[in-house]
């Protein structure tokens, strides 16, 4: 079946640093792969999505690259702030059929002045 | 264009009471979905709605949960009789009906704590 799996927390860094939070999937076909946040009391928000193999997503600084050829869909970004402190959840779901999501664990991410 | 709406937000009860969630999506979305996010986990679907037909519910706990959206819009799920194990905070998500419009829309979500 479809899964995915994404990079164990919780993960800290100092603020401008640089972030990389792993995730790769498996599942049949082509599915579009997703970067949800979550900020301490809110609810999931989309971050980026990318629908086919080579596109890149992006938003707020953050980026993430569909890799078919290793199934995976990194996140990024170049330098981290105080405000990027979430959890951060990776996602695919397929374009045909019930496109329900599929959720990676959650990796929390804390930025420390 | 207002959000996905939930209530309530907290929810604390005693194991074997019952419970009901509701959900508002986003207008003219005609899926929505109901997931559960155990702590520490993603969420993970338990059912999914196209307009008010049932697409998807082979998550759903059916001895002891319950879902509907009788009119196509508001959806309520029941779980009837609670268990330790549902703690967990309760996402609904809504989509637009467009082909390859997949971006889901998730509530604030309801935390639930049985005792």
């Known amino acids: 079946g479809n899964s995915v799996t994404q990079m164990e927390g919780p993960v800290t860094l100092s603020e401008e640093a640089f972030l990389t939070i792993n995730c790769t999937y498996t599942?049949?076909?082509?599915?579009?792969l997703f970067w949800y946040v979550q900020y301490p009391g809110e609810g999931l928000q989309l971050l980026l999505k990318a629908t086919k193999a080579d596109d890149k997503g992006s938003n707020k600084g953050f980026e993430a690259t569909y890799r078919k050829e290793t199934t995976s869909f990194h996140l990024e970004k170049g330098s981290v702030q105080v405000s990027d402190s979430a959890v951060y959840f990776c996602?695919?779901?397929?374009?045909?059929?019930?496109?329900?999501?599929?959720f990676g664990q959650g990796t929390r991410l804390t930025i420390n002045p | 264009e207002a959000g996905v709406a939930q209530s309530p937000r907290y929810k604390i009860i005693e194991k074997r009471q019952s419970v009901a969630f509701w959900c508002n999506p986003i207008s003219g979305h005609a899926t929505l979905y109901w997931y559960q996010q155990i702590l520490g986990q993603g969420p993970k679907l338990l059912i999914q709605?196209?307009?008010?037909?049932?697409?998807?519910d082979s998550q759903l706990p059916k001895d002891r949960f319950s879902a509907e959206r009788l009119k196509g819009v508001d959806s309520t799920l029941k779980i009837q009789p609670a268990k330790l194990e549902d703690s967990a905070v309760y996402l609904c998500?809504?989509?637009?009906?467009?082909?390859?419009?997949?971006?889901?829309?998730f509530g604030p979500g309801t935390r639930l704590l049985v005792l």
């Open positions: 599942a049949t076909g082509y599915p579009s």
């Open positions: 996602a695919l779901t397929k374009i045909q059929g019930a496109q329900k999501l599929v």
């Open positions: 709605f196209q307009n008010n037909g049932v697409v998807d």
């Open positions: 998500a809504s989509r637009g009906l467009a082909g390859r419009q997949e971006t889901q829309y």
